[in-house]
């Protein structure tokens, strides 16, 4: 029995093919100065299910704006098509457009993450800066609400905090494992004094 392919499959070979005939009409098109021709449906199908693929990568899976994500990539591969190079030689002598476009997608990822954590941060600041707790000690009417959305504010600055203080352990992490790799590789491995 045949294995099931995945749901977000794209043949290599099929789609560097696909992408291929396109660039070749659209460098047509451009020599002729007519309208250039639209993104056949099988090329703007792969790059979604390339996009979506990589979305579900352990990398990109839990953010809660993977749509977001999703969209973004397939909007910049549609963009990018027109600079594929059909001429750029790969190992096996033709181009690789998945890999093109899966590069492409990768960065919007991290585009739109870096995005998303300034708007966080916007929010986050906002929030701090906003004089909630002014308000909630100024409304001396109501105590049992002011207990509560104290408690409110006392959790949510507390959150805020922890993931701040995450992200420099993170941060700081990264930073001791590029050093760490470094060293690796300037390391002399003289092997004598072992073998004595």
Not at 92 to 110: M, R
Not at 112 to 140: A, M, T
Request: hydrophobic residues 35%.
């Amino acid at each position: 029995m045949a294995k099931r392919k995945p749901i977000h499959y794209v043949n290599n070979a099929q789609f560097s093919k696909a992408v291929y005939d396109y660039c070749v009409l659209l460098r047509d098109a451009r020599e002729a100065k007519t309208d250039l021709p639209i993104v056949p449906n099988y090329i703007a199908e792969s790059f979604l299910k390339i996009a979506e693929g990589l979305s579900l990568r352990d990398n990109f899976i839990r953010y809660s704006y993977r749509e977001e994500m999703v969209m973004d990539a397939v909007e910049n591969c549609l963009k990018a098509i027109e600079n594929f190079n059909i001429d750029a030689s790969t190992r096996t002598g033709l181009p690789n457009a998945f890999a093109y476009f899966t590069q492409i997608s990768w960065y919007a990822f991290l585009r739109r993450i870096q995005k998303e954590k300034k708007q966080q941060d916007i929010k986050e600041k906002y929030l701090s800066e906003s004089g909630l707790e002014e308000y909630v000690n100024s409304n001396s009417n109501y105590q049992e609400a002011q207990k509560v959305i104290q408690s409110f504010v006392d959790q949510l600055k507390g959150r805020i905090d922890k993931v701040k203080e995450k992200d420099d352990e993170l941060k700081q992490y990264i930073q001791v494992e590029k050093s760490r790799k470094k060293q690796y590789i300037s390391v002399d491995s003289d092997l004598n004094s072992f073998m004595e």
